[in-house]
């Protein structure tokens, strides 16, 4: 059973530009989660997704967003790339249904130059 | 903010058990207790969870106190290759229809010596 599946592995951006950032979750999951992680902040949560609906978010700003398609798959875009953003984006899935551990993507490296 | 207390970090001989310490105090009656590990610039890895009976699995066992507030992960004979941060995070089971999120701590960075 192929596990989450995040792409690209690596991005390089500018200050300014937009990004997107694909997940695939597991088969049969329907729950899609974001994480940010920096080395000064540690795995901080964006967002959550369950059939289509954002769910859960976390305390960004508005440029970061995301979407969740009728087969589960998400992406996560962040607008207005700003140097902060440099990190390393985590996609993880579940079913979505109350006590479940979270399935973790090997994540999307982001650096803002 | 993340609801645990752990070591910032740890050392543990090949070959031995590791036991790791979380502290929780005001965990609440339905909050679940889960340890994740991350390898350097991989995504976290599920190791166990658990709400009051200790638990084990192929990977480790989790032990936790009478009160709650505390446990213990043990990776029984450790190896080179758990050196990682481990994470416990507490956490409600919602229902179906709420949101859920997992908050993590800054962990306790595991080296595992030859």
């Known amino acids: 059973k192929a596990g989450v599946t995040q792409t690209p592995r690596y991005l390089i951006k500018t200050r300014g530009q937009q990004v997107t950032l694909s997940c695939s979750p597991i088969?049969?999951?329907?729950?899609v989660s974001w994480y940010q992680q920096t080395p000064g902040q540690g795995l901080q949560f964006l967002f959550e997704?369950?059939?289509?609906?954002q769910r859960n978010k976390g305390n960004f700003p508005g440029r970061f967003s995301g979407r969740q398609f009728s087969n589960s798959r998400s992406e996560m875009n962040v607008s207005t790339l700003e140097l902060g953003d440099s990190a390393l984006y985590l996609c993880a899935s579940n079913w979505g249904r109350g006590n479940e551990k979270l399935f973790f993507g090997s994540g999307t490296q982001l650096s803002v130059l | 903010d993340a609801k645990t207390t752990q070591p910032t970090s740890m050392d543990c001989a090949e070959g031995r058990a590791a036991n790791l310490p979380c502290n929780h105090s005001t965990i609440s009656g339905n909050e679940y207790v889960y340890w994740y590990r991350q390898i350097h610039s991989q995504g976290p890895q599920y190791i166990i969870h658990?709400?009051?009976n200790n638990e084990t699995n192929e990977m480790a066992s989790l032990i936790i106190t009478e009160d709650r507030k505390s446990s213990t992960l043990i990776l029984p004979h450790a190896t080179l290759r758990d050196t990682a941060v481990y994470y416990c995070?507490?956490?409600?089971?919602?229902?179906?229809?709420?949101?859920?999120?997992?908050?993590f701590g800054p962990g306790t960075r595991l080296s595992v010596l030859p």
């Open positions: 997704y369950f059939s289509e609906t």
């Open positions: 995070i507490v956490r409600v089971a919602f229902a179906d229809n709420y949101g859920q999120n997992f908050v």
């Open positions: 088969s049969g999951h329907r729950s």
């Open positions: 658990g709400l009051k």
